[in-house]
Structures are given as structure tokens and as C-alpha cells.
């Protein structure tokens, strides 16, 4: 379920400063958060502004709506310049998102109830001119770094962590004690605050699971890949993740666009959807896991090895098969060989005894004779 909440900021008053971002402490707790360009290691925080980072994270919002006083203005991200920026005069610093923060702070403005407060002679008209910045805002909005550049505002944090905010300045006066003053201030804003309720409510919501379990997958990084195609390296996109349960949703205008999901262990998916006026889409994201090959091992060569075996014993029954075929031959041809030996040995002995035997007779025949 989609969230709004909304938290005060004050403007540094210059007569009283009780009335201020500062704490106890002295801390400007509207430059404590973390700079999203410049992160420095090792800065310690203060208490109130950890407490607020660690609600923001454990709670998935969709839209932050933050107040203050000594202007009669919208702003939206990015507070900060890049840091690569040098000179000192800076104009606006867009976020990827420039086109819902655009929309997000024209319709608070349009349903601003523009009242005339007798008792103080003013009006709560959006972008008037406030005597304490000496400056009007035109159509009533402004981007934060062409207003005031500062870095460590909870208006960048909350985009880096996932969260449209924008920051309302409610009047041009800052004495907000006064019960009369602060009633006014509701009766002007009130409709405007229902209308970025009824915003939450338009986009894109779904959930990303498992395709074979059907289990929710958390912390899947998402990309709303037609928003972001003109995007280069330099440019930080707003880092958007499914909840514990797997579920997610966004803010987006009305328009056909490619969803890209990703999770460590699954191929990665790319949904294409459509967003129309006042709806929003829903969609089930199943993301399947990816098949990797199986490390090689020794345990793995052995059993390769004992899986060629018994094509080469079958290889080696051949040959030997071949091998007792030649045996055979060889033994037939000796055989021949024998037989036709001894059928000739045989023969010669005859002719011998015939021989000796014919001598013999003519030896007798003599004799007697």
C-alpha cells in the first residue's frame, strides 16, 4: 500500500533562530542527511536525523510531502549541484524523474486554496512575492538547486532512497506558534494534501516472485527502462526495490513504457506496460533462475573418466575380438601348413621304402641266380 507522510521544515528564522531546522545541538538537521554526490566517510549524524533515515528505510512510501516557512513555493529535487560544478552561480539540477516531479508540484499548486488572510493582509497565493527572499516564483514552483543549491536535504535523500518528496513553503511568515496563522495555513493546503494522496494511487504496483516456488523475491532492483534511456553515466536514477513481501510500486505518468527486473541467482526480465490516466497498472513479475554450469573438479574428472570407460573396454573387446579372428586364421594356416608337411613327409617315406625294398630283392634274386 502506497503512503504519504508528511513532516515540517522551517526556514532558519534571522531574528529567532528557536524557531529553525537547528537542534540542541546546533545542527541544521536539513543539511545533516547523507550528500548523494559527495558522500563523505565517517560523518556522524545526529540523532533526529538517523531516527528519520531509518524509518524512511523501513518503510517503502511513495510520496513525501515536507513544509516550510518564508515562502510561497514548490520544490522538488535535486537541492544539490554536481560536483564537478565549480562556478557559483548555478542554474537547475534535474532528476530523471524531472517530468513526475513537474506534475507532482503543479498539482499541489493548482489545488491550493488561495485565501486572503485579513488579520495579516496577505495572500497564500502559490509564487507570490515574500518580503523575508525577495523573490517570486512565477507559476509557483521552483527546482531546489536553482533556488538555494545546498547538499545533505532530506528532499535528495528521499529520492536516493526511492521516494518522490517535494517541499511546500506554506507562507511568507515564520511565526508559526501563532494558532490563528497555523489554522490558515490548513485551510489553504488541505485540498492540495488530499489531491497528493489521490496521486499515490496512480502509476505502477505489482509484485516479483520466484517462477517455480511462486516466493516473493526482495530487493529487486528495477529500472523503468523507457524513462531512462537518455540517461548517462553521470546521472544518479532513483534506486527502486521490492519490498520484503516482493512488492513494489511507483509513481509514473501516463504512457507505455519497459519494466527491467533483476535479482542476483535470475535471468533478468523486461516487461513491457502501459500506464493510463488516473489508473494504476498491475503487474506479476516471475523471474527464473538461471542455470550455470557446474564447476570442474577432481571428483567431477573422475566420474567423466568412469563414464569414457565402457566405451573403451567395448573399444578393446573389438580389438580383441579382431585379435582372436587373426588367431583363428593363423591357426587354420598352420594347420594347412602341418597338414600339407606331413602329407609330404609321408609321401617320401614311401618312395624310401620302396626303394630299399626293390634293392633288397635284386640282392636275393642275385644270390640265388
Not at 44 to 62: G, S, Y
Not at 156 to 168: H, K, L
Not at 237 to 247: V, Y
Amino acid at each position: 500500500m502506497s503512503t504519504l507522510y508528511q513532516t515540517l521544515n522551517l526556514i532558519p528564522n534571522q531574528l529567532n533562530h528557536t524557531l529553525s531546522r537547528y537542534n540542541a545541538a546546533g545542527y541544521d538537521l536539513n543539511r545533516d542527511f547523507p550528500d548523494i554526490f559527495n558522500p563523505k566517510e565517517g560523518k556522524e549524524m545526529q540523532p533526529e536525523t538517523l531516527a528519520i533515515m531509518n524509518w524512511i528505510r523501513e518503510n517503502a512510501f511513495a510520496l513525501s510531502v515536507s513544509m516550510m516557512s518564508g515562502a510561497l513555493v514548490v520544490t522538488y529535487p535535486y537541492d544539490s549541484v554536481p560536483t564537478d560544478t565549480e562556478s557559483p552561480i548555478h542554474g537547475p539540477h534535474l532528476t530523471p524523474d524531472d517530468d513526475i516531479f513537474k506534475h507532482l508540484a503543479m498539482t499541489y499548486v493548482k489545488n491550493v486554496n488561495d485565501t486572503q488572510d485579513q488579520d495579516m493582509n496577505m495572500s497564500s497565493k502559490m509564487g507570490r512575492y515574500c518580503p523575508a527572499i525577495k523573490r517570486n516564483f512565477g507559476n509557483g514552483i521552483v527546482n531546489g538547486a536553482d533556488w538555494s543549491p545546498a547538499s545533505g536535504t532530506m528532499l535528495d535523500y528521499n529520492y536516493a532512497e526511492g521516494i518522490f518528496e517535494i517541499m511546500v513553503g506554506v507562507t511568507c511568515c515564520r511565526n508559526e506558534n501563532n494558532l490563528t496563522v497555523l489554522g490558515s495555513v490548513w485551510d489553504t493546503n488541505k485540498h492540495a494534501m488530499v489531491e497528493m494522496i489521490r496521486e499515490t494511487e496512480y502509476g505502477v504496483r505489482g509484485q516479483v516472485i520466484d517462477a517455480d516456488t511462486h516466493l516473493p523475491i526482495a530487493g529487486a532492483p528495477m529500472v523503468k527502462l523507457s524513462h531512462y534511456k537518455h540517461l548517462d553515466d553521470k546521472v544518479v536514477p532513483m534506486p527502486w526495490r521490492t519490498t520484503k513481501q516482493g512488492e513494489f510500486w511507483r509513481l509514473a505518468l501516463p504512457g507505455k513504457y519497459s519494466l527491467q527486473v533483476r535479482s542476483e541467482g535470475y535471468k533478468e526480465a523486461i516487461i513491457p506496460f502501459e500506464v493510463k490516466h488516473n489508473h494504476f497498472t498491475t503487474l506479476i513479475v516471475e523471474l527464473e533462475k538461471k542455470i550455470e554450469p557446474l564447476p570442474i573438479t577432481e571428483a567431477a574428472i573422475k566420474t567423466d573418466q568412469q563414464d569414457v570407460t565402457p566405451d573403451v573396454n567395448a573399444k578393446s573387446i573389438d580389438s580383441m575380438s579382431l585379435n582372436v579372428t587373426h588367431a583363428r586364421l593363423n591357426v587354420s594356416e598352420n594347420a594347412a601348413i602341418v597338414e600339407s608337411s606331413y602329407s609330404k613327409h609321408n609321401n617320401a617315406n614311401l618312395d624310401t621304402f620302396i626303394a630299399a625294398y626293390f634293392l633288397i630283392f635284386l640282392f636275393v634274386f642275385a644270390f640265388v641266380y
